[in-house]
T-cell receptor
Framework: QKEVEQDPGPLSVPEGAIVSLNCTYSNSAFQYFMWYRQYSRKGPELLMYTYSSGNKEDGRFTAQVDKSSKYISLFIRDSQPSDSATYLCAMILSGGYNKLIFGAGTRLAVHP | GAVVSQHPSWVICKSGTSVKIECRSLDFQATTMFWYRQFPKQSLMLMATSNEGSKATYEQGVEKDKFLINHASLTLSTLTVTSAHPEDSSFYIC?????????????FGPGTRLTVT
C-alpha cells in the first residue's frame, strides 16, 4: 500500500465547473499537507499548504484536511482553461528538513 | 518568492557518457536540496537529499555511484549522471526549502529533461 494515494485521472471538466481533487494517506504522523500544480514539462509550484484539520481558502482554491479520515481535498471554483495541469498532493512528517511524499498526481483538463 | 534555477533545461547525450545538472537557489541560501526524478505521466520520486558540506543521503534503490551529488556551496547542488544509459532518460527536478524548518514551502526548479541515445 502506498503512503499517499491519488487518482491519476485524467479529469476533464467544462470551464466554470467546480473541481474536486482528493488524496488519502495511511501515515497518521503526517503533519503538513500541500498541493502543488505542475504544468507540462515544468517544475511543480506550491499552491497551498495546511497544517490542521479544516478548510483553508485562497482565491478560487480551497484546501480541506480531515485528519480523522486521513483524507485531503483541493477544490477549484470557477475553473479556467489555464487551470489545466497536473495537481499533486504532498505530505511531510514535520517542519524540519524532511522529505515530501507525493501522490501520483491528477491530470486536469478544463475545456472552454 | 524564492527562485530555483536548473541548468541545462534539456540535454541529449550518448550512452556511456556523463552528464552534470546544476541546481541553484538564486535569492536565498539552501543548506539542503532535494533531487527528484519524474518519468512521463508519473509522480516525482525522491532520489536523494543533498546537504551542503556533507555527503548526500540516497533513497533506497538509487545507486549512489551512478548519481553523484555535490553540494559545494549554499546556493549550488549538482547531480552527475555517470555512464548514462537510455533507461536514465527522465525529467530531473531539484527543490529547496525556502526557510529553515519550513520544508513544506519547497521551491522547485524548472526541471532538466535528459535524453540518452
Amino acid at each position: 500500500q502506498k503512503e499517499v494515494e491519488q487518482d491519476p485521472g485524467p479529469l476533464s471538466v467544462p470551464e466554470g465547473a467546480i473541481v474536486s481533487l482528493n488524496c488519502t494517506y495511511s501515515n497518521s504522523a503526517f503533519q503538513y499537507f500541500m498541493w502543488y500544480r505542475q504544468y507540462s514539462r515544468k517544475g511543480p509550484e506550491l499552491l497551498m499548504y495546511t497544517y490542521s484539520s479544516g478548510n483553508k481558502e485562497d482565491g478560487r482554491f480551497t484546501a480541506q484536511v480531515d485528519k480523522s479520515s486521513k483524507y485531503i481535498s483541493l477544490f477549484i471554483r470557477d475553473s479556467q482553461p489555464s487551470d489545466s495541469a497536473t495537481y499533486l498532493c504532498a505530505m511531510i512528517l514535520s517542519g524540519g528538513y524532511n522529505k515530501l511524499i507525493f501522490g501520483a498526481g491528477t491530470r486536469l483538463a478544463v475545456h472552454p | 518568492g524564492a527562485v530555483v534555477s536548473q541548468h541545462p533545461s534539456w540535454v541529449i547525450c550518448k550512452s556511456g557518457t556523463s552528464v552534470k545538472i546544476e541546481c541553484r537557489s538564486l535569492d536565498f541560501q539552501a543548506t539542503t536540496m532535494f533531487w527528484y526524478r519524474q518519468f512521463p505521466k508519473q509522480s516525482l520520486m525522491l532520489m536523494a537529499t543533498s546537504n551542503e558540506g556533507s555527503k548526500a543521503t540516497y533513497e533506497q534503490g538509487v545507486e549512489k555511484d551512478k548519481f553523484l551529488i555535490n553540494h559545494a556551496s549554499l546556493t549550488l547542488s549538482t547531480l552527475t549522471v555517470t555512464s548514462a544509459h537510455p533507461e536514465d532518460s527522465s525529467f530531473y527536478i531539484c527543490s529547496a526549502p525556502g526557510l529553515a524548518g519550513r520544508t513544506y514551502e519547497q521551491y522547485f526548479g524548472p526541471g532538466t529533461r535528459l535524453t540518452v541515445t
